[in-house]
Structures are given as C-alpha cells and as structure tokens.
Nanobody, 115 residues
Framework: QVHVAESGGGRVQPGGSLRLSCFASGSIFNTYAMGWYRQAPGKQRELVAEITSVGSTNYVDSVKGRFTISRDNAKNTVYLQMNSLTPEDTAVYFC?????????WGRGTLVTVSS
C-alpha cells in the first residue's frame, strides 16, 4: 500500500503562483511514475502533468510554459510549480502514484484562483 498526500493548495490572485507538494510512501519511490491531476467543478478529472521514474515529463497543453513538475527522490516528494495562474486553473488537484500497475491517489488539495 502506498500512501499519497498533497499539500500547498490555497487561494491566489490571477497571475500569482503556488507550489504543490505530494509525498508518497515507500522505499522505492524512485521507481514510481507520478502525476498531478485536477478536477474543476462540473468537469471530469484531467491529467495536468506527469513525471516518470527517470524524470521525463509531460504536460497538458493548457499549462505548458506555466507549470513545472519535478521530483526529489530523497524526500519521496513530487512538486508542481504553478505560475501565471488564471481562474481556469481553479480545481481540486490530486496527486497520483503509479506503482507496478497500481494507481494510488491522494485526497486532493484545493486551488482557487480569484481576485
């Protein structure tokens, strides 16, 4: 069982920045593929960014150039740096750990972009 926990959400004004953190348990974190997803009210959950065990990254088009995913294997943590936020980025952000064919999810952290 892998436990996943997000932190760092909050309210920010348009144009502002936030950094989300996600801790995943386990001694083999370096083998996990990690991803950030988000779900806005009334919408389906969507992949925002993902990072493989070797550090390859992928982003949804709407966040390219604004968001950066990274990982620190020594801390079992993956980050999502979010810049130039817009109201359309408002959502609950979920962290996912993909481990040997199994998906593990955190409970999510709310990001609200509003003036």
């Amino acid at each position: 069982q892998v436990h996943v926990a997000e932190s760092g959400g909050g309210r920010v004004q348009p144009g502002g920045s936030l950094r989300l953190s996600c801790f995943a348990s386990g001694s083999i974190f370096n083998t996990y593929a990690m991803g950030w997803y988000r779900q806005a009210p009334g919408k389906q959950r969507e992949l925002v960014a993902e990072i493989t065990s070797v550090g390859s990254t992928n982003y949804v088009d709407s966040v390219k150039g604004r968001f950066t995913i990274s990982r620190d294997n020594a801390k079992n943590t993956v980050y999502l740096q979010m810049n130039s936020l817009t109201p359309e980025d408002t959502a609950v952000y979920f962290c996912n750990a993909y481990v040997y064919g199994m998906n593990y999810w955190g409970r999510g952290t709310l990001v609200t972009v509003s003036s």
